[in-house]
């Protein structure tokens, strides 16, 4: 298997939404997001499927190395070799792989977050930088358009983080910080059982609310003259948001399951992004 078709089984395997806004790039552009999101799916399956946590940061600590071995020229996992050749053409630096692994490595080390500035930290590693890498390979001219990708990112974490409150909790994390969850007095202990509660909806409803004024401020960030190239994130905006209203609509049921939309949903929300320009 040639390290072009490691990516792409790695990327369209994942089932991601993500996957649906790369369809409508360009060739090469899709074939460097492509290799970019299996280096960030690789990171993450480290965590993922973590078992013991002292082998999966031996293997985050193997994955920094490869990534300063690569840019040293010596590449040698398939999705660095896919990757690497296509960094210069679109201004993908060692610093921003190291951290997307080191947000990672957080998931190692801390399962709580003490309020909203320590969680944005997490948020800005592993989304916020990789909105900010996906900006450029989709093709960025203006530099505020750097903002509007990180401020999406943060919001698709955010998103995420609201979808997988039930998940997380089995691995024993709350990504939701503690000042908030004493503001709405819902206990640690009530999220770790699967616990509902008319303060849990409230806690969660203001969740949602700062998810979607980061929606809001990503969009207005995002110059004209960069509308069009950043179709794909605007997909993943609309996706991402469709969701968020969906578990809205769901009273925040994420405790015991994991809302989701179909594939053909997904499909159809990017497709009137690239056809039609709308949200």
Not at 108 to 125: A, G, I, K
Not at 163 to 191: C, M, T, W
Request: proline share 5%; hydrophobic share 40%.
């Amino acid at each position: 298997m040639t390290p072009t078709q490691y990516v792409q089984d790695k990327a369209a395997a994942s089932g991601s939404s993500f996957y649906y806004a790369f369809l409508f790039l360009p060739a090469p552009r899709r074939e460097a997001i492509t290799a970019f999101y299996a280096f960030c799916r690789e990171i993450d399956d480290v965590v993922d499927d973590m078992v013991d946590p002292s082998v999966a940061a031996s293997k985050l600590a193997w994955w920094s190395s490869e990534v300063a071995g690569a840019y040293a020229g010596k590449p040698t996992h398939p999705v660095l070799q896919a990757l690497m050749p296509l960094t210069a053409t679109y201004g993908i630096e060692q610093q921003q792989l190291q951290a997307i692994i080191e947000g990672c490595r957080m998931d190692l080390e801390q399962t709580r977050y003490l309020d909203y500035p320590n969680l944005q930290r997490y948020c800005h590693l592993v989304a916020g930088v990789v909105g900010e890498v996906a900006a450029r390979i989709f093709g960025q001219t203006q530099e505020q358009t750097t903002r509007y990708a990180h401020t999406l990112g943060q919001a698709l974490q955010l998103t995420n983080i609201i979808r997988d409150v039930g998940e997380d909790s089995l691995r024993g994390r709350i990504y939701l910080p503690v000042n908030e969850l004493q503001q709405f007095d819902v206990k640690a202990h009530e999220i770790l059982k699967r616990t509902y509660s008319d303060r849990f909806v409230a806690l969660m409803q203001f969740q949602a609310q700062r998810a979607h004024g980061l929606y809001d401020e990503a969009l207005a960030l995002l110059p004209p003259e960069d509308r069009r190239a950043q179709k794909p994130g605007l997909m993943m905006a609309s996706i991402y948001r469709t969701l968020l209203r969906e578990i809205e609509a769901e009273n925040f049921q994420v405790l015991h399951q994991r809302i989701a939309l179909t594939p053909l949903r997904k499909m159809w929300l990017a497709w009137k992004v690239q056809a039609l320009g709308r949200l």
